[in-house]
């Protein structure tokens, strides 16, 4: 992966939450010091929680996890002064394939992350906070532990932070692998120490969220992003990106690349620049894209698309999504059966098989038919079986993973249906590549 690369052609944009990546000691509590860290939370105890909560509505700060769900008005929806027990919780689970920014946040700035998540307990007037860490993230959960017992050490976290009257407290959970717990909901499950099931909402984590009490959860990148947009203002971050799309994000680059890696860059970076002035382009002749995350609908590598801002309402125009940000390149010699083939197999098995949609149609039926298609046996009208399978599915499951696995096929029915037909009509076993990019 490369290290921290930013775009030059946009003279407001400095580089922020990338910016210590692979500096040498950037994960400790001194070099956070040294480069101003602890200064935006000063800041926001200062103000008070309904100032921290306004600027970031004037931020025009979205949610980072993949929904893009304004970030002040979820805080906003905390209910105020309950005299109960108020939760802030980072999903820092990244299980998304084709997703790995939060990782080095957490890896190389991870006070960046602590101080995030205090500012977001001024804002909800929460007092403790976990942070939820995908399992096989070892390094990362070994730098946030030494970096929280660091802050406790200075004072930074703890009763009555830095004199301020402010008291905080943060706890790191360890994931066992379970991608079902990128959903709120089932990650505060399985924080309780429950299976990770997806809950019936309402309630909403606000009213009723872990142990019952109001909860809020955000993603690494969007808390890391409120540490900026607190200390140098809401209207510098919304200077950048686009008119929906306020401030920069953190792009992933995975698949045929030249310069794989993680790219921080303003909303509204083309793919194009993305991944020929960045990624340095392709190794070989690529086929779609998938802009953000193995969730979202592939799109076809042609001009048209490689010209697309990257920006919620531009890629959602394409008929697709902005996700996380993950762009996977597909490349010409992979069938498009032997990729969705990968990725319904991948969604099959992390289903948590609550639902009926999901673990009937999903994990059954929909795995099956691809691999009666991809190994040669398919039968007229089973491309049109499939398309059936995904009405049936979609929209109809209690949470939205069986959503997450019926979109990329849909996206690969719509501009690469052809692949599938030929893969019928030849009855022949379709090229595997998936161990290749899966």
Known sequence: MTGPIVSGKDPRFEKTLY????????WTLSYYLAHGGYQAIRKAIAQGQDWVIEEVKKSGLRGRGGAGFPTGLKWSFMPRNTGKQHYIVCNADESEPGSFKDRYLMEDDPHQLIEGMMIAGVAIQASKGYIYIR???????????????????AGYLGQNVMGTGFSFDLYVHR??????????????????????????????????????????INNVESLCSAVHIVQRGADWF??????????????????????????????????????FDWAGGPTEPIQAIIPG????????????????????????????????GGVIGIPASMSMVD????????????SCGKCTPCREGVSGWMVSLFEKIGTGQG??????????????????????????????????????????VEAVEQGRPVERLGSRWG
Not at 296 to 317: F, K
Not at 341 to 350: A, I, P
């Open 339 to 350: 990729a969705m083939w990968n990725v319904t197999r991948f969604y099959g098995h992390e």
């Open 379 to 420: 039968q007229k009208g089973d491309v049109e079986l499939l398309e059936s399978m995904l009405d049936q599915i979609e929209g109809r499951s209690f949470c939205a993973l069986a959503d997450a696995a019926c979109w990329p096929v849909r996206g690969s029915l719509k501009h690469f249906r052809h692949q599938f």
């Open 135 to 153: 399992g096989e993230y070892r390094r990362a959960y070994d730098r946030l532990i030494a970096a929280i017992r660091e802050a406790y050490a």
């Open 19 to 26: 910016k210590h990546v692979g500096q040498p000691n950037s």
């Open 293 to 324: 995350g193995s969730s979202c609908p592939p799109l076809p590598w042609n001009d048209e698309i490689l010209d697309t801002p990257m920006d919620y309402e531009s890629i959602s125009a394409k008929g697709s999504l902005l996700g996380t």
């Open 238 to 275: 919304a200077s950048m990106g686009t008119e929906k799309s306020k401030g920069h994000k953190l792009f992933q680059v995975s698949g045929p690349f030249k310069r794989p890696g993680v790219y921080e860059l303003p909303l509204g970076t083309t793919f194009r620049e993305l991944l």
């Open 175 to 216: 994931g066992a692998g379970a991608y079902i717990c990128g959903e709120e909901t089932a990650l505060m499950n399985s924080l309780e120490g429950l299976r990770a099931n997806p809950r019936m909402k309402p309630p909403f984590p606000a009213q009723a969220g872990l142990w019952g009490m109001p909860t809020t």
